[in-house]
């Protein structure tokens, strides 16, 4: 059976949450790969996070906030953009391919650009291929 | 919470077919019902129905459950619904939890067996977060019975009377130096032609006088802090003079502003003289002196509708207002000038308003030719050779003869249709509310709740949040104040608690946190030297929560433990089923 | 504006409005306003086409005339030609002042009282809502909605929210109206259940609210603040209180009758609950198809046999009535949809598959008669054309638009959803049969609301045919439906081959709502709608104190402004309530009270406003 | 790119003055066009027909056929949504186009002016009656040569010898030849505006053979007519106008062998053919006469004076050609020369103002229109395939 990536999404619930929710009332589909956890902020998001669900065998992982300027509390996309570049340079000295990691802005009324956005990650994590950390970590716990 | 039994509840719902014919919900539920702590996993067809939610209360009971997760719409869609229905069961609202399987599943994936055993994973993950979820008690807080109107245009000046006559007091800010808004400029309303100017009189008046009512002239508001009954901000005059007022609710009634065509060459307003927007049309007609330039009557004039509106580049939405606006000018010009020919250019007529068709209707038995144009092919305005019986034509192609005309004008009409403020950001900011993509101010649900806003106790009306005519704008405003007079009539509401919360003992006392907090809602506690958090202007937006380095701070609802179990929840069940 | 200091000139125009009533005894009218303060000339023309723009200015000249009244139906478009006589004589424009009577009420023939004082306040700068104010009663604060649509909902949880008593009163056996029947909402697509059962849950669940299902007012008494109103409980033969819902009745009833809810295209039992998420969601007897009620007692009574629940089915029980007093009444009753039979053209009625927009929400609707499967009507055993989920798929589809709406044969008026449900329903005809051909027949398309253009032109990119032309006659032609227009922008003449047609219905005041109207001493509009206080700043109160209209009763209106019109009669009554009184009606405000108070404000102020 | 045409809003009040019809009320749904099964793919009516008179497109509308192709059932007028009358309109554009083909300006004269269409026929009317006042000289029954001649004809009233044939026919052609040349210029007018004006066709010269038979039969058949759905309106149009046809060629023809003292037997074709032309030109005026009071169809609805004086001219023509045949018939010399008169006195002005220059010229103008329409379809077809 061919590879079917696992992708761990964190939505800020005032943008993108709603702007998935759209895709849905508006039938659009994309690809099924994608695991929503809604967060209220991009702002919440913390770079355990992201390294959790790395860590439970998470192919990709992407992070969706309103679009700069119309974060629901001011500027938490912002401090989420400023962890964002941290992350990725932590994961590369981790040896995860950066491409593993998106932070992308989605707005309530986004939902075409949100389901092209799934599909497209998906397509470009099924070329990355599976992750390696799960097993990896699991060989070290032995 | 983890020494007490874990006894959850789980419900699947088919939504009709909605869910059901996509995800295998039998399996499903079967499925979950093997996870620990499960102790019931059902599926019903419409668990937000009625017997829906009596089955879970039921079940609490009898099964005495103490988790409970439902898997079916968007929980922005039901959780309040089903934390109603917990409470009623005696259970705190807030051990429970939802998995949207039909906005973010069965509506958007095309695979059963993926959608399937997507819906699982997500029901997986929050049967492990539920098991973190802690009580939480709401907190309700005073409701101060003043409010704060922002704009003095027609549907400010009616939320503020309408406030204002149930005894409550109301605080009037208005940026210009008079109340009226647009209505002001105009000379009579659609479709009856009633007195603009008879219409706003009593009520300004009205206001002026009403002893509930303090208005604000040449004024902005500041940021404004607070919470649902308890906000406040100081009002800037344009002397610079502060004034700080406290007021339990908002009413947004900024409206809008005018499309300027400058912008647009093949109208040539501002190149062409007799070339006018609607505005200024307006006031000509108030003065009764429709005239060119040079002081002559125009034999020929020539109406053009959706200029800004209805058109990819500018806006594409329509204005609403302008079509009957045209209609309304046809009729004002072919009663002062018998003479004049009118030409009304039009795309589509919206004549949707009660008395518009008929409007329209008796219009076209009027001096008054319409020619149609299609939106994508937009008219031209030319200055003709001298000697020509007319000083302009209007070249366009018409669609109801496929003929390629052009239309003889001493003057030209631009209906310009209706924008966004350029403060709209600012205003969005000082209050909390979201805007769409064309900087009208979004609603909390475009249906059901058009004057809310996803920040309690702030309300959208009129034309802020979309272009409107005077009644809707008015009945907006009705609304508002009702939602407000309800409120107030509460005295105590409650209010969310998904706040922040300092855990002292292993705050550091970095003040990271201090910085990043948008609210100012985290202090810094010399004494104990560790952050504190004042739940009251705190908004949970779990910012500092993520950025402390020690974990002092929760952020209650979305604590790290519960997220993370979510995360391992659903890996768990990708790795079961893989 | 320099007001009294000069003579006044007042012009009766019968202006725009063709079916404008005659005022009667209209000659009173003129030598009462000859009487009027500083009226210096009365001049009464049929129709402002007649005045010429020199007889103006030297009518101004000669009678030195400092302030002109334009009286009338609405007058108001002649106001520039009077305001451009004033310029050339040196006044200011803004001295004519337009006495519409239609803008305050005065909308029958028999209003003269109402047309003196509209055209004394208009003399004496007197704004009339300044000078017509009723004086106040105490109110009771107990609230009666009629009708359980989304408008009477909203009205109720607003009021009952501020926890203030509601009385619900609808006369089926569930509320929802119709909303609840429709299947997405446009343009956001929300399904219309989705939003909407919470709502009706609310209602159900609100400690503030006493809902009356299968209730019709029969009469109401008293005045504005202290109104008794006789309700008709309608034997629903089920006792509420104990029915379980467990659906054994219906499973033994014999008796069918169409289905109300799925607007025909299914049979329900006799003994049914509307819809499965009803509230209350308890079952009813239909006596119509009822074998027991029309044998007289003398066949069938399974229902009362099988049911689990002991004496919770009594199909003896009669309908009471009983009175409660009320401060404030919403009248909330809606509407009902054009009968397409009437337009023969179209063929409904004569092709099983010319189908009304109504129904084909409940086709596609997941819960409607082919659970979701959008499938042409076939012949069953028995030979009627029906719904089933067996049938075939129609290859291509029409939608006519303007079906009973914007004709002088029907209704002249635009019903204002069509447009915008059409596109909806061709969007969900795409979404289920994506290779199927749908075909748009429209004469304007009016998609002016938030977010409704880029609906319309998502619809337009998903392929759909959107034709401008009316449709003139839908025939049969080889087994299939031939449907007759010209597409006026391709300029050709259309011969449209579909499998089924949907006719737009536009919207129509329910029968009864004269009635009703004259019960609540509402004024109705030549069309039947009921008409609210003032077209611009009134949009939901009436002449009537503690009476107000809202949602589809007072004209065609989509969801929001529904639900935003509803609040905004809930904030009236609030307002009432919380202040302890309530005006009384202007209706019965005597002329001379006006006047009084004209004198007064006028004397006061100078006539300056 | 092509030249752009100017609107003028001042056509259309024009047109008005030919005929009721609300004009502008129409706002182009183009229920009236699917309406109408007569209107055709490339020649769409009348929608199109209202909105070229609405724009003010004034050589458009002049070189337009299609008002000529509508035979008005009223179809279109009775679901009109906004009851503009499309019908009658189409009417008005055919009476607005007589007088435009109609160099001489009598034509527009007549159509806007009831009193002067009144006086014009009376005027006519009395000179006839003072011509025969003046010039007849009755027979002297008593004179051999007169009994002669009724012994020989086995006749009792000598008409031929008051209004001799040969005289009578000579006029006729005369009165021919003067409104020929008017109705043959007015014609022209009406080709070169349709065909020489249109720049977009090229017509080659067989196809003007080719189509004529295809126009002839129509003119005979009134087929297109026929397609209409009420097929009485159809009927009694054909029977109007065969009947008119036959009479009028006994009279320029035959008149001769029309009008003989001599009565014929029954089965004699002289006979039933002029009982056929009387039948045919009653039943229709009475037809119309009570269809235009009762005004319950549409297409009667609205009735300009044209129509009532041309009905009310053709219905006294037929009555007095009937009473001229009983007269003699029965041996009423007197009566019969009275009748012969008003005959004459009615028929003159009836030729003289309704074949040139008012409604009855459709006669002409109607098949010919539909020729020209089908030469420009065939030419297109023609350039469509190279």
């Given at each position: 059976?061919?590879?079917?990536?696992?992708?761990?999404?964190?939505?800020?619930?005032?943008?993108?949450?709603?702007?998935?929710?759209?895709?849905?009332?508006s039938?659009?589909?994309?690809?099924?790969?994608?695991?929503?956890?809604?967060?209220?902020?991009?702002?919440?998001?913390?770079?355990?996070?992201?390294?959790?669900?790395?860590?439970?065998?998470a192919?990709?992982?992407?992070?969706?906030?309103?679009?700069?300027?119309?974060?629901?509390?001011?500027?938490?996309?912002?401090?989420?953009?400023?962890?964002?570049?941290?992350?990725?340079?932590?994961?590369?000295?981790?040896?995860?391919?950066?491409?593993?990691?998106?932070?992308?802005?989605?707005?309530?009324?986004e939902?075409?650009?949100f389901?092209?956005?799934?599909?497209?990650?998906?397509?470009q994590?099924?070329?990355?291929?599976?992750?390696?950390?799960?097993?990896?970590?699991?060989?070290?716990?032995? | 919470?983890?020494?007490?039994?874990?006894?959850?509840?789980?419900?699947?719902?088919?939504?009709?077919?909605?869910?059901?014919?996509?995800?295998?919900?039998?399996?499903?539920?079967?499925?979950?019902?093997?996870?620990?702590?499960?102790?019931?996993a059902?599926?019903?067809?419409?668990?937000?129905?009625?017997?829906?939610?009596?089955?879970?209360v039921?079940d609490?009971?009898?099964?005495n459950?103490?988790?409970?997760?439902?898997?079916?719409?968007?929980?922005?869609?039901?959780?309040?619904?089903f934390?109603k229905?917990?409470?009623?069961?005696?259970?705190n609202?807030?051990?429970?939890?939802?998995?949207?399987?039909?906005?973010?599943?069965?509506?958007?994936?095309?695979?059963?067996?993926?959608?399937?055993?997507?819906?699982?994973s997500?029901?997986?993950?929050a049967?492990r977060?539920?098991?973190?979820h802690?009580?939480?008690?709401?907190?309700?807080?005073?409701?101060d019975?003043?409010?704060?109107?922002?704009?003095?245009?027609?549907?400010?000046?009616?939320?503020?009377?309408?406030?204002?006559?149930?005894?409550?007091?109301?605080?009037?800010v208005?940026?210009?130096?008079?109340?009226?808004?647009?209505?002001?400029?105009?000379d009579?309303?659609?479709?009856?032609?009633?007195?603009?100017?008879q219409?706003?009189?009593?009520?300004?008046?009205?206001v002026?006088?009403?002893?509930?009512?303090?208005?604000?002239?040449?004024?902005?508001?500041?940021?404004?802090?607070?919470y649902?009954?308890?906000?406040?901000?100081?009002?800037?005059?344009?002397?610079?003079?502060?004034?700080?007022?406290?007021?339990?609710?908002?009413?947004?009634?900024?409206?809008?502003?005018?499309?300027?065509?400058?912008?647009?060459?093949?109208?040539?307003?501002?190149?062409?003289?007799?070339?006018?927007?609607?505005?200024?049309?307006?006031?000509?007609?108030?003065?009764?002196?429709?005239?060119?330039?040079?002081?002559?009557?125009?034999q020929?004039v020539a109406?053009?509708?959706?200029?800004?509106?209805?058109?990819?580049?500018?806006?594409?939405?329509?204005?609403?207002?302008?079509?009957?606006?045209?209609?309304?000018?046809?009729?004002?010009?072919?009663?002062?000038?018998?003479?004049?020919?009118?030409?009304?250019?039009?795309?589509?007529?919206?004549?949707?308003?009660?008395?518009?068709?008929?409007?329209?209707?008796?219009?076209?038995r009027?001096?008054?030719?319409?020619?149609?144009?299609?939106?994508?092919?937009?008219?031209?305005?030319?200055?003709?050779?001298?000697?020509?019986?007319?000083?302009?034509?209007?070249?366009?192609?018409?669609?109801?003869?496929?003929?390629?005309?052009?239309?003889?004008?001493?003057?030209?009409?631009?209906?310009?249709?209706?924008?966004?403020?350029?403060?709209?950001?600012?205003?969005?900011?000082?209050?909390?509310?979201?805007?769409?993509?064309?900087?009208?101010?979004?609603?909390?649900?475009?249906?059901?709740?058009?004057?809310?806003?996803?920040?309690?106790?702030?309300?959208?009306v009129?034309?802020?949040q979309g272009?409107?005519?005077?009644?809707?704008?008015?009945?907006?405003?009705?609304?508002?104040?009702?939602?407000?007079?309800?409120?107030?009539?509460?005295?105590?509401?409650?209010?969310?608690?998904?706040?922040?919360?300092?855990?002292?003992?292993?705050?550091?006392?970095c003040?990271?946190?201090?910085?990043?907090?948008?609210?100012?809602?985290?202090t810094?506690?010399?004494?104990?030297?560790?952050?504190?958090?004042?739940?009251?202007?705190?908004?949970?937006?779990?910012?500092?929560?993520?950025?402390?380095?020690?974990?002092?701070?929760?952020?209650?609802?979305?604590?790290?433990?519960?997220?993370?179990?979510?995360?391992?929840?659903?890996?768990a069940?990708?790795?079961?089923v893989? | 504006?320099?007001?009294?200091?000069?003579?006044v000139?007042?012009y009766?125009?019968?202006?725009?409005?063709?079916?404008a009533?005659?005022?009667?005894?209209?000659?009173?009218?003129?030598?009462?306003a000859?009487?009027?303060?500083?009226?210096?000339?009365?001049?009464?023309?049929?129709?402002?086409?007649?005045?010429?723009?020199?007889?103006?200015?030297s009518?101004?000249?000669?009678?030195?005339?400092?302030?002109?009244?334009?009286?009338?139906?609405?007058?108001?478009?002649?106001?520039?030609?009077?305001?451009?006589?004033?310029?050339?004589?040196?006044?200011?424009?803004?001295?004519?002042v337009?006495?519409?009577?239609?803008?305050?009420g005065?909308?029958?023939?028999?209003?003269?009282?109402?047309?003196?004082?509209?055209?004394?306040?208009?003399?004496?700068?007197?704004?009339?809502?300044?000078?017509?104010?009723?004086?106040?009663?105490?109110?009771?604060?107990?609230?009666?909605?009629?009708?359980?649509?989304?408008?009477?909902?909203?009205?109720?949880?607003?009021?009952a929210?501020a926890?203030?008593?509601?009385?619900l009163?609808?006369?089926?056996g569930?509320?929802?109206?119709?909303?609840?029947?429709?299947?997405?909402?446009?343009?956001?697509?929300?399904?219309?259940?989705?939003?909407?059962?919470p709502?009706?849950?609310?209602?159900?669940?609100?400690?503030?609210?006493?809902?009356?299902?299968y209730?019709?007012?029969?009469?109401?008494?008293?005045?504005p603040?202290?109104?008794?109103?006789?309700?008709l409980?309608?034997?629903?033969?089920?006792?509420?209180?104990?029915?379980?819902?467990?659906?054994?009745?219906?499973?033994?009833?014999?008796?069918?009758?169409?289905?109300?809810?799925?607007?025909?295209?299914?049979?329900r039992?006799?003994?049914?609950?509307?819809?499965?998420?009803?509230?209350?969601?308890?079952?009813?007897?239909?006596?119509?198809?009822?074998?027991?009620?029309?044998?007289?007692g003398?066949?069938?009574?399974?229902?009362?046999?099988?049911?689990p629940?002991?004496?919770?089915?009594?199909?003896?029980?009669?309908?009471?009535?009983?009175?409660?007093?009320?401060?404030?009444?919403?009248a909330?009753?809606?509407?009902?949809?054009?009968?397409?039979?009437?337009?023969?053209?179209?063929?409904?009625?004569?092709?099983?598959?010319?189908?009304?927009?109504?129904?084909?929400?409940?086709?596609?609707?997941?819960?409607?008669?082919?659970?979701?499967?959008?499938?042409?009507?076939?012949?069953?055993?028995?030979?009627?054309w029906?719904?089933?989920?067996?049938?075939?798929?129609?290859?291509?589809?029409?939608?006519?638009?303007?079906?009973g709406?914007?004709?002088?044969?029907?209704?002249?008026?635009?019903?204002?959803?069509?447009?915008?449900?059409?596109?909806?329903?061709?969007?969900l005809?795409?979404?289920?049969?994506?290779?199927?051909?749908?075909?748009?027949?429209?004469?304007?398309m009016?998609?002016f609301?938030?977010?409704?253009?880029?609906?319309?032109?998502?619809i337009k990119?998903?392929?759909?045919?959107?034709?401008?032309?009316?449709?003139?006659?839908?025939?049969?032609?080889?087994?299939?439906?031939?449907?007759?227009?010209?597409?006026?922008?391709?300029?050709?003449?259309?011969?449209?081959?579909?499998?089924?047609?949907?006719?737009?219905?536009?919207?129509?005041?329910?029968?009864?709502?004269g009635?009703?109207?004259?019960?609540?001493d509402?004024?109705?509009?030549?069309?039947?709608?009921?008409?609210?206080?003032?077209?611009?700043t009134?949009?939901?109160?009436?002449?009537?104190?503690?009476?107000?209209?809202t949602?589809?009763?007072?004209g065609?209106?989509d969801?929001?402004?529904?639900v935003?019109?509803?609040?905004?009669?809930?904030?009236?009554?609030?307002?009432?309530?919380?202040?302890?009184?309530?005006?009384?009606?202007?209706?019965?405000?005597?002329?001379?009270?006006?006047?009084?108070?004209?004198?007064?404000?006028?004397?006061?102020e100078?006539?300056?406003? | 790119?092509?030249?752009?045409?100017?609107?003028?809003?001042?056509?259309?009040?024009?047109?008005?003055?030919?005929?009721?019809?609300?004009?502008?009320?129409?706002?182009?749904?183009?229920?009236?066009?699917?309406?109408?099964?007569?209107?055709?793919?490339?020649?769409?009516f009348?929608?199109?027909?209202?909105?070229?008179?609405?724009?003010?497109?004034?050589?458009?509308?002049a070189?337009?056929?299609?008002?000529w192709?509508?035979?008005?059932?009223?179809?279109?007028?009775?679901?009109?949504?906004?009851d503009?009358?499309?019908?009658?309109?189409?009417?008005?554009?055919?009476?607005?186009?007589?007088?435009?083909?109609?160099w001489?300006?009598?034509?527009?004269?007549?159509?806007?002016?009831?009193?002067?269409?009144?006086?014009?026929?009376?005027?006519?009317?009395?000179?006839?009656?003072?011509?025969?006042?003046?010039?007849?000289r009755?027979?002297?029954?008593?004179?051999?040569?007169?009994?002669n001649?009724?012994?020989?004809?086995?006749?009792?009233?000598?008409l031929?010898?008051?209004?001799?044939?040969?005289?009578?026919?000579?006029?006729?052609?005369?009165?021919?030849?003067?409104?020929?040349?008017?109705?043959?210029?007015n014609i022209?007018?009406?080709?070169?505006?349709?065909?020489?004006?249109?720049k977009?066709?090229?017509?080659?010269?067989?196809?003007?053979?080719?189509?004529?038979?295809?126009?002839?039969?129509?003119?005979?058949?009134?087929?297109?007519?026929?397609?209409?759905?009420?097929?009485?309106?159809?009927?009694?149009?054909?029977?109007?106008?065969?009947?008119?046809?036959?009479?009028?060629?006994?009279?320029?023809?035959?008149?001769?062998?029309?009008?003989?003292?001599?009565?014929?037997?029954?089965?004699?074709?002289?006979?039933?053919?002029?009982?056929?032309?009387?039948f045919?030109l009653?039943?229709a005026?009475?037809?119309?006469?009570?269809?235009?009071?009762?005004?319950?169809?549409?297409?009667?609805?609205?009735?300009?004076?044209?129509d009532w004086?041309?009905?009310?001219l053709?219905?006294?023509?037929?009555?007095?050609g009937?009473?001229?045949?009983?007269?003699?018939?029965?041996?009423?010399?007197?009566?019969?020369?009275?009748?012969?008169?008003?005959?004459?006195?009615?028929?003159?002005?009836?030729?003289?103002?309704?074949?040139?220059?008012?409604?009855?010229?459709?006669?002409?103008?109607?098949?010919?229109?539909?020729?020209?329409?089908?030469?420009?379809?065939?030419?297109?077809?023609?350039?469509?395939?190279?």
């Open positions: 059976m061919s590879f079917e990536p696992k992708i761990v999404a964190f939505l800020c619930n005032w943008c993108s949450y709603t702007g998935a929710d759209l895709a849905g009332t039938r659009m589909k994309y690809a099924h790969n994608i695991r929503i956890i809604r967060v209220m902020c991009s702002g919440r998001v913390d770079p355990t996070f992201v390294l959790k669900a790395l860590r439970e065998g192919d990709g992982v992407l992070i969706c906030g309103c679009h700069p300027g119309d974060c629901h509390y001011h500027e938490g996309n912002y401090r989420c953009l400023r962890r964002y570049h941290l992350m990725q340079k932590y994961i590369q000295q981790m040896g995860i391919e950066s491409d593993r990691l998106r932070l992308e802005w989605v707005s309530a009324s939902g075409k650009q389901a092209e956005l799934v599909d497209e990650m998906t397509e994590v099924r070329k990355l291929g599976p992750s390696e950390i799960k097993p990896v970590m699991e060989k070290l716990a032995v | 919470m983890a020494e007490q039994e874990q006894r959850i509840g789980v419900y699947i719902c088919w939504c009709g077919s909605n869910i059901a014919k996509m995800v295998d919900v039998e399996g499903v539920s079967e499925q979950i019902g093997k996870l620990p702590n499960v102790v019931i059902k599926n019903y067809k419409y668990m937000c129905s009625d017997p829906g939610q009596d089955l879970v039921k609490i009971k009898e099964h459950l103490n988790r409970v997760v439902v898997a079916a719409c968007s929980p922005r869609m039901h959780e309040m619904t934390r229905a917990l409470q009623n069961a005696g259970l609202p807030y051990l429970f939890e939802m998995a949207n399987i039909r906005e973010q599943v069965s509506w958007v994936h095309e695979d059963k067996d993926f959608a399937t055993k997507k819906a699982k997500l029901i997986a993950a049967v977060r539920v098991s973190f802690e009580e939480l008690d709401k907190r309700t807080v005073h409701i019975p003043a409010v704060l109107v922002m704009g003095g245009g027609i549907s400010g000046i009616s939320a503020a009377l309408e406030i204002a006559d149930a005894g409550k007091q109301v605080y009037l208005e940026r210009s130096n008079r109340l009226g808004g647009r209505v002001a400029d105009l009579v309303t659609f479709p009856y032609g009633h007195s603009a100017r219409l706003l009189e009593p009520m300004i008046k009205r002026e006088q009403h002893p509930q009512i303090t208005v604000f002239t040449e004024c902005k508001v500041e940021e404004v802090f607070g649902l009954g308890n906000f406040e901000c100081k009002v800037i005059g344009k002397d610079g003079k502060e004034t700080g007022i406290k007021f339990g609710n908002i009413v947004v009634a900024t409206g809008l502003k005018n499309f300027d065509p400058s912008g647009m060459d093949n109208y040539g307003y501002g190149k062409l003289p007799d070339v006018v927007t609607s505005v200024e049309f307006e006031k000509m007609l108030r003065q009764g002196k429709i005239e060119t330039k040079e002081g002559k009557i125009p020929n109406l053009i509708h959706c200029v800004g509106s209805r058109n990819k580049d500018i806006h594409e939405y329509c204005s609403r207002t302008c079509c009957m606006t045209a209609l309304k000018y046809a009729n004002q010009v072919t009663a002062a000038l018998p003479e004049t020919n009118v030409y009304d250019c039009y795309v589509d007529m919206r004549a949707f308003g009660k008395g518009c068709e008929e409007l329209y209707a008796n219009t076209s009027k001096n008054v030719m319409f020619l149609m144009f299609d939106k994508e092919d937009l008219p031209v305005i030319k200055k003709t050779a001298a000697g020509d019986t007319c000083n302009m034509v209007v070249e366009m192609n018409e669609v109801l003869s496929g003929e390629a005309i052009e239309v003889p004008a001493d003057m030209v009409v631009l209906m310009v249709g209706a924008e966004a403020h350029e403060d709209a950001k600012e205003v969005a900011h000082a209050v909390g509310v979201s805007m769409c993509g064309n900087d009208f101010f979004i609603e909390k649900h475009p249906k059901l709740d058009p004057v809310a806003t996803t920040t309690d106790g702030v309300y959208i009129g034309s802020c272009p409107k005519d005077i009644p809707d704008s008015i009945a907006q405003a009705g609304a508002a104040a009702s939602r407000i007079l309800a409120t107030i009539a509460q005295v105590e509401v409650e209010v969310e608690v998904t706040t922040a919360v300092v855990n002292e003992d292993l705050c550091c006392g003040q990271t946190c201090i910085k990043v907090c948008p609210y100012s809602a985290v810094y506690d010399e004494e104990k030297k560790v952050s504190t958090v004042n739940e009251v202007l705190c908004k949970g937006c779990g910012t500092c929560g993520s950025t402390c380095p020690t974990g002092a701070i929760r952020s209650r609802h979305f604590t790290d433990q519960q997220i993370m179990s979510q995360i391992e929840g659903l890996m069940m990708e790795m079961e893989a | 504006m320099k007001g009294n200091s000069g003579e000139g007042i009766f125009l019968n202006g725009e409005n063709p079916n009533p005659p005022i009667e005894n209209f000659s009173d009218l003129i030598s009462y000859e009487k009027l303060p500083g009226v210096k000339l009365v001049k009464s023309t049929a129709n402002g086409g007649e005045l010429n723009p020199n007889q103006l200015n009518d101004i000249k000669q009678n030195n005339l400092k302030k002109i009244v334009l009286a009338g139906d609405s007058p108001g478009f002649y106001k520039t030609l009077f305001g451009k006589a004033m310029a050339a004589a040196g006044n200011d424009p803004e001295d004519v337009v006495a519409s009577f239609r803008e305050h005065a909308i029958t023939a028999d209003e003269t009282d109402r047309a003196k004082a509209v055209l004394n306040c208009a003399v004496s700068n007197v704004p009339f809502e300044i000078a017509a104010v009723p004086d106040e009663v105490e109110v009771n604060p107990d609230t009666l909605v009629i009708g359980g649509g989304i408008a009477g909902i909203q009205a109720s949880l607003e009021i929210d926890n203030k008593k509601v009385y009163v609808e006369r089926t569930t509320i929802g109206g119709h909303m609840a029947m429709f299947d997405k909402t446009f343009p956001t697509l929300d399904c219309a259940a989705c939003i909407l059962t709502k009706m849950v609310e209602v159900g669940q609100h400690p503030n609210i006493e809902l009356m299902s209730c019709e007012v029969k009469g109401v008494s008293g005045g603040g202290n109104y008794k109103v006789r309700i409980k309608k034997a629903r033969k089920v006792n509420i209180a104990t029915c379980i819902g467990c659906g054994t009745c219906a499973e033994k009833c014999p008796g069918k009758a169409p289905s109300e809810f799925d607007a025909g295209t299914t049979m039992k006799a003994i049914y609950i509307p819809f499965p998420q009803a509230v209350p969601n308890k079952y009813l007897v239909d006596a119509e198809s009822c074998t027991y009620i029309q044998s007289g003398k066949k069938c009574g399974l229902c009362m046999k099988v049911c629940v002991p004496d919770c089915i009594n199909l003896d029980e009669k309908d009471e009535e009983i009175e409660v007093t009320v401060g404030n009444i919403i909330a009753t809606g509407f009902k949809v054009f009968d397409a039979k009437r337009a023969e053209q179209f063929g409904y009625g004569k092709f099983p598959n010319v189908v009304t927009s109504l129904e084909f929400e409940r086709l596609v609707n997941a819960a409607g008669p082919t659970g979701g499967f959008i499938t042409s009507r076939t012949q069953d055993k028995k030979g009627n029906v719904f089933s989920a067996g049938g075939d798929e129609p290859k291509s589809v029409a939608l006519i638009h303007c079906i709406s914007r004709d002088e044969n029907y209704n002249k008026y635009c019903s204002r959803v069509c447009c915008m449900y059409s596109l909806k329903l061709a969007h005809i795409k979404e289920k049969i994506p290779e199927a051909d749908v075909h748009e027949y429209y004469i304007d009016r998609a609301g938030k977010g409704y253009e880029e609906f319309y032109e998502r990119s998903e392929g759909v045919h959107l034709v401008r032309g009316r449709t003139a006659k839908v025939e049969e032609a080889n087994g299939r439906l031939l449907v007759r227009s010209e597409d006026i922008t391709a300029d050709k003449l259309l011969e449209q081959e579909v499998d089924m047609v949907v006719l737009a219905v536009g919207l129509e005041p329910r029968e009864d709502a009635e009703t109207a004259k019960m609540l509402i004024s109705v509009s030549e069309d039947g709608w009921y008409v609210e206080a003032n077209s611009n009134g949009p939901v109160d009436t002449f009537t104190g503690g009476i107000y209209v949602g589809l009763c007072q065609p209106k969801i929001p402004d529904t935003a019109q509803a609040s905004a009669a809930a904030s009236r009554v609030l307002q009432s309530i919380s202040n302890g009184k309530i005006k009384k009606s202007i209706k019965d405000l005597p002329l001379s009270t006006i006047e009084a108070k004209v004198k007064e404000l006028s004397t006061r100078g006539g300056a406003s | 790119m092509s030249e752009r045409k100017r609107v003028d809003p001042n056509l259309m009040k024009e047109v008005k003055h030919y005929g009721a019809g609300d004009w502008n009320a129409c706002f182009h749904c183009g229920n009236c066009t699917a309406t109408c099964p007569l209107t055709e793919q490339d020649s769409l009348p929608r199109k027909g209202i909105r070229t008179m609405q724009m003010g497109l004034k050589d458009k509308l070189g337009s056929v299609e008002p192709m509508c035979y008005y059932c009223g179809d279109c007028s009775t679901t009109c949504p906004r503009a009358n499309p019908g009658e309109i189409m009417m008005s554009l055919r009476r607005y186009l007589t007088s435009v083909y109609d001489t300006g009598l034509s527009g004269k007549l159509y806007k002016s009831k009193a002067l269409h009144i006086m014009v026929v009376t005027i006519i009317f009395f000179t006839i009656i003072a011509a025969f006042l003046i010039f007849a009755v027979p002297d029954l008593n004179s051999a040569e007169v009994s001649y009724l012994s020989e004809m086995g006749a009792s009233v000598p031929n010898k008051f209004a001799p044939p040969d005289l009578i026919s000579l006029l006729d052609h005369i009165q021919l030849i003067v409104i020929g040349l008017f109705l043959l210029t022209f007018n009406m080709y070169n505006k349709v065909i020489l004006k249109d977009t066709v090229k017509i080659p010269l067989w196809l003007y053979i080719k189509e004529i038979g295809a126009a002839f039969w129509n003119f005979i058949s009134q087929w297109k007519f026929s397609k209409c759905e009420r097929k009485t309106y159809w009927l009694s149009h054909w029977l109007i106008m065969s009947s008119y046809i036959i009479m009028f060629s006994f009279i320029i023809f035959f008149l001769g062998w029309f009008q003989t003292d001599k009565i014929h037997p029954i089965s004699h074709p002289q006979r039933w053919l002029g009982y056929y032309v009387t045919g009653i039943f005026c009475v037809y119309y006469f009570i269809g235009r009071f009762r005004k319950k169809e549409q297409i009667f609805k609205f009735s300009h004076h044209s004086i041309f009905i009310f053709l219905f006294m023509i037929a009555v007095t009937i009473l001229i045949h009983i007269s003699r018939i029965s041996g009423m010399v007197n009566m019969t020369y009275y009748m012969y008169a008003l005959h004459l006195a009615f028929e003159v002005p009836m030729v003289f103002t309704f074949v040139a220059f008012s409604k009855w010229s459709h006669l002409a103008y109607r098949p010919f229109a539909i020729y020209l329409s089908n030469l420009k379809k065939s030419a297109k077809a023609r350039m469509a395939k190279t």
